[in-house]
């Protein structure tokens, strides 16, 4: 189950899931500008989604090290993008690579620091996220 959880991120990402396109597939030509709109009022703007996505993986991937995902609203996993659009696409890749590594010799029915569940729910809630989170950059960009 630990590499179905897994491929489940994976193709998540970087493409062959069978909902869609993945964010990596999904970002491919976005501009710098283009991800910093907000067609929606009120919505997140494809990069801060980007980041978000990225932000939940390095929780993850730092949970698999030992330590706690903080709590629920004790920390910012929606920001905006700080530096360039590139970086932020950089920063999700290299999340997703990460997690991925460190999960290889990991225990699926371990539980997760600061949590309740294990890291196969873990890693299948990370997978979903990152789905749920596709669909949304994808309505996005047929908005711009």
Known sequence: MVNDAMNDIERSVFGGAWHGPALM?????????????????????????TLHAAIW??????????????????????????STWESAVHRLEKAARELADAYADADPDEIVPGRHYDFEHLLTGVAQHNTYHAG?????KKLL
């Open 25 to 49: 597939e999904l970002l491919s030509g976005v501009t710098a500008e283009q991800a910093l709109l907000k067609p929606i009022a009120g919505a997140h703007s494809i990069g801060e989604i």
């Open 57 to 82: 993986m390095e929780l993850a991937k730092q949970a698999i090290d030992g330590h706690a995902i903080p709590p629920f609203g004790s920390f910012h996993d929606w920001i905006e993008p700080e």
């Open 136 to 140: 949304q950059i994808s309505m996005l």
